[in-house]
């Protein structure tokens, strides 16, 4: 038993080291996925305080625009720029609807409002593209297909060439936000937004508008998320389960810190696919649903604050 | 737990060189003084420095990194806010810290909860032992809510009261628990001057109807002269100055520290 | 005109403590009391089978999350897997004694959830908040990967689900695919009137009162001698203990014979979580309006509607339902975050001073 649990994986990683490879790059790219839903919750976060539940089904939503809109007709790049347009929409509208209205209410309140926006944007997405499962479009989108395979450690190790674009897309956008938000006047604004509703109002921030191009950015991040991972599955609901991933993945980066949710990402995304491939067998598979969830518990047991966040003093 | 209670006049508390801080900043530096029983000790000092931890430290919240809290002659060093209520020592926040979804008479009637001891098993029927401990206990409620004279708020939601009365609600819960010894920290900030003398009165009253011993912050001076026995003086985290109300007014590093050096 | 209480006084502590100090207050529960027992075996019994039954079902596990959630203050999300936790726990019991009343055992079944939900609990002294409610989505997942993944719960059914065998309360089936709508009706009904009755006397006593301190400001509440984790973990046992026996009723006394892989997944933490946000968090008869309320929608919008001669699909009536219901949780955060429970107290407020309100 004690050598089933302890001994065994370790012996399997070293005999097969292309395997092991290969469950790592898989990791690795489940893990970026994480990190960009993620992403969505820490700019939202950072903004408006919102810990904001729907950003994952925001992500269906925005693949399953896309993809409605092409299947009736309108032109992939077209449908693209569409699809920018219902993000913006859909921003504009949470905040005119919900946000307005709940300012300065308890973050607990605003946290369950996003429940009720996760319900909408589901009800609605069903209500106008019907509730079967869809297929991402990717060749129109100049997306690559098919896979290189690479000799090496003895084995050989397969590379989707559109999981090295999810990676080096997200990389990119990570690099774009990390620019709008040191460098820009409305990314200034937005940190001070963080800070402190009030305070940022007194100096002069308009908050409504804040708070509509971070929903909007938000979207975007889920626009890009979507794409990427429709393209791996199918366009339907039943990506909000995997979506829930994300809530790990911030718990270990922090709520309000970037690479913290790039690194957390990474860090769920290879942790439970080794702790299925090498420990799973042992127990029946299938932990891959609650593994990631126990990672990050057993974290908040140590450092409450996550990786990157700072240590709170209470106060009275 | 400790020794017999102290007679009124001995020593309850005493603070032996109290040192706290947060990372780098430094909020208290080896810090002592006393409080003896049945006294009103009043904690004064510009703002930032350091009274309200020291209130913290007292009752448990902050660790302080070095120095001794004595308290009715046991030393300790580490303690948990719960322990210290056990111990009989009850306080108010500068900051309202009512429960702000709660009645008045649920808010004082928290001030119980130590007290009230019918098990679990008994509160699930809500009759027989658990029934005659909850009207054993509402009829003490009852009278701190008379002492107090808020028994027209009696079933209202703390959260809608003004300013005034939740400062007087919180007072009643910090009695319920009939404290030995009781903090107060700023308990006439922000009040109009019918509403601090309501407030005086209902200290000093505290002090001759139940005995308790009282350890306040406050920043209006008029306030502190009158009511308090001995004056601590805070500055920057360190004591600047300790004795009467007379002796501390007539301090030289206390008026420095009031009005700027070089007035 | 009919709702005051001048005339009315109390000359004693135990009567001004009343749940319902009012008398018309409790007129009106014990009317609604009788017909609840008197009325149903004039309803169609399509009507207590598919409404009746299923909204006292999830009264009860709103009235378990709302003494977690409302009451302490404590999020979970774990509630649909607490739920299984009963249901499997009285699977186990009632084939392994069956000759012991079932009753029993749905109510037994509670007490293995309890101890689950204390396990789970243990992480809520020191996070809160959504961190509280990440915690308890590990809970969620992880019972619900066991109740797949250990066939013994299951007593190694090859369909993985559940199957009520045929039980009887003095000799009246009340499990099982002979038990009539009308019988199981009853049964659940007794057990939600009395556990309701228990959540009252607890909330309304010195543990509510430690909740709620715990819930509106956790550190005041240290300070005034209540040991949080101690606090905490009570409000997680009773509300699982709750949760389990709503779970148990769900699965015997509701889906019957029924076919329920995935009957506790998170959507079913969900849909319990809105019940007490619309219905009002903090506020016992929110459980139940919320239930009411969440579980009429769809089968208005499913059966009502074509009755009413709206022709609508299945589908469409479900994807309406998503809609309503995050609109409906919008619309309450921001117009009354306490829910209809607050309504219903603001309306009552208002009869009182009818017709003169100043």
């Known amino acids: 038993m004690l050598y089933n649990v302890f001994v065994d994986p370790f012996v399997q990683m070293a005999d097969m080291p292309d395997l092991l490879v290969q469950v790592l790059w898989e990791g690795t790219v489940a893990g970026v996925l994480y990190a960009l839903i993620a992403l969505g919750f820490v700019l939202i976060f950072k903004a408006s305080g919102v810990f904001n539940f729907a950003q994952g089904i925001m992500v269906v939503f925005a693949a399953l625009t896309l993809v409605g809109l092409h299947e009736n007709g309108v032109p992939a790049l077209l449908a693209l720029v569409l699809t920018v347009g219902v993000m913006y929409a859909l921003a504009w509208s949470i905040e005119r609807v919900v946000l307005r209205p709940l300012v300065n209410q308890p973050d607990i309140i605003l946290f369950m409002a996003t429940f009720g926006i996760t319900y909408l944007i589901i009800g609605l997405g069903e209500f106008i593209f019907g509730g079967r499962p869809k297929a991402m479009i990717t ?39 990390a620019v709008f938000f040191q460098r820009t006047r409305i990314g200034r604004a937005l940190r001070a937004v963080a800070d402190s509703h009030k305070a940022a109002l007194s100096v002069g921030i308009s908050l409504n508008q804040i708070w509509v191009v971070v929903w909007f950015t938000a979207g975007l991040v889920a626009l890009v998320t979507g794409i990427m991972w429709g393209a791996r599955s199918d366009v339907s609901f039943g990506l909000q389960i995997i979506a829930l991933k994300a809530l790990p993945v911030l718990i270990l980066g922090g709520f309000t810190s970037v690479p913290g949710a790039i690194v957390g990402g990474l860090i769920i995304g290879v942790g439970e696919k080794v702790g299925e491939f090498y420990w799973g067998p042992l127990v029946g598979s299938g932990i891959e649903s609650w593994l990631a969830y126990l990672i990050a518990l057993a974290f908040l047991l140590f450092r409450p604050q996550g990786l990157f966040g700072d240590k709170i003093i209470e106060r009275i | 737990m400790s020794a017999a209670a102290p007679r009124p006049g001995e020593t309850l508390l005493s603070v032996d060189g109290i040192s706290l801080a947060f990372g780098g900043v430094k909020a208290l530096t080896d810090v002592s003084f006393d409080v003896r029983k049945g006294e009103i000790r009043a904690i004064i000092g510009p703002n930032g420095a350091g009274k309200s931890s020291m209130l913290n430290c007292i009752n448990g919240f902050y660790q302080p990194q070095q120095g001794r809290i004595t308290y009715r002659g046991v030393e300790r060093r580490q303690m948990r806010p719960h322990e210290a209520a056990e111990q009989g020592i009850a306080r108010t926040f500068q900051n309202i810290a009512l429960f702000r979804g709660m009645s008045t008479l649920d808010n004082i009637m928290t001030g119980r909860l130590l007290r009230m001891k019918v098990p679990f098993f008994w509160q699930v029927w809500r009759h027989g032992p658990a029934m005659r401990e909850e009207i054993e206990h509402r009829r003490f409620v009852e009278g701190i809510i008379e002492f107090l004279e808020i028994e027209h708020i009696r079933k209202t939601p703390v959260g809608r009261l003004p300013y005034g009365l939740q400062k007087r609600v919180e007072l009643g819960r910090a ?69 009467t109300p007379a002796e501390v007014k007539a301090d030289r590093r206390v008026i420095d520290a009031y009005l700027g050096v070089g007035h | 005109m009919f709702y005051r209480e001048a005339g009315q006084f109390k000359t004693s502590y135990e009567a001004d403590m009343a749940v319902f100090p009012i008398r018309q207050d409790r007129i009106g529960l014990a009317i609604i009391l009788v017909a609840a027992v008197a009325l149903p075996p004039f309803l169609d019994s399509f009507v207590v089978g598919t409404v009746l039954v299923p909204f006292l079902v999830f009264s009860l596990a709103a009235t378990g999350l709302n003494l977690l959630t409302g009451y302490t203050g404590l999020l979970s999300l774990g509630t649909g897997a607490f739920m299984g936790v009963g249901a499997y726990a009285c699977y186990k019991l009632t ?102 009755w228990i959540a009252s006397n607890i909330v309304h006593g010195r543990v509510g009162r430690a909740w709620m301190a715990v819930r509106d400001m956790d550190i005041a509440a240290e300070l005034m001698g209540i040991r949080l984790l101690r606090a905490k973990l009570l409000a997680f046992a009773v509300s699982s203990f709750y949760c389990g026996v709503a779970g148990a009723a769900m699965m015997f006394l509701w889906y019957g014979g029924g076919e329920a892989k995935d009957a506790f997944s998170i959507n079913l933490s969900f849909t319990i979580l809105f019940m007490i946000i619309i219905g009002g968090l903090g506020s016992l008869l929110g459980a139940f309006l919320g239930a009411a309320l969440l579980h009429l929608v769809p089968i208005f919008l499913k059966f009502g509607l074509p009755e009413l001669g709206v022709p609508i699909g299945g589908a469409t009536a479900e994807h309406l339902t998503h809609i309503l219901v995050g609109a409906l949780i919008v619309f309450f955060l921001i117009v009354e975050p306490h829910g209809l429970a607050r309504l219903w107290a603001t309306t009552k407020q208002k009869l009182r001073a009818w017709p003169f309100p100043y």
């Open chain 1, 139 to 177: 060749s129109e989108l100049f997306l690559p297909r098919g896979a290189i395979d690479v000799q090496m450690l003895g084995g050989r190790v397969t590379f989707q060439k559109l999981d090295i674009a999810a990676a080096v897309i997200a990389g990119l956008m990570v690099a774009a936000l």
């Open chain 3, 95 to 196: 084939t392994i004694f069956p000759g012991v009343n079932i009753l029993v055992w749905i109510l037994a079944s509670g007490f293995f959830s309890a101890a689950i939900g204390v396990v789970f609990g243990l992480p809520s002294l020191r996070i809160k908040g959504f961190y509280l409610a990440v915690a308890t989505l590990a809970a969620q997942f992880f019972l619900e990967w066991c109740f797949v993944r250990i066939p013994w719960l299951f007593n190694y059914n090859l369909s993985g689900a559940i199957e009520a065998p045929s039980r009887s309360v003095f000799g009246i089936p009340i499990v099982g695919a002979s038990a009539t709508p009308l019988a199981r009706y009853y049964a659940i009904l007794a057990i939600v009137v009395a556990l309701t």
């Open chain 2, 175 to 243: 009695l319920a628990m009939e404290p030995e010894l009781l903090l107060l920290d700023e308990p006439m900030a922000g009040m109009n001057l019918e509403e601090k003398e309501d407030m005086c009165r209902f200290i000093l009253d505290v002090v001759r109807q139940y005995g308790t011993t009282i350890a306040l912050i406050e920043h209006d001076m008029g306030v502190v002269m009158d009511l308090s026995d001995r004056v601590v003086v805070l500055d920057y985290g360190r004591k600047i100055a300790d004795g």
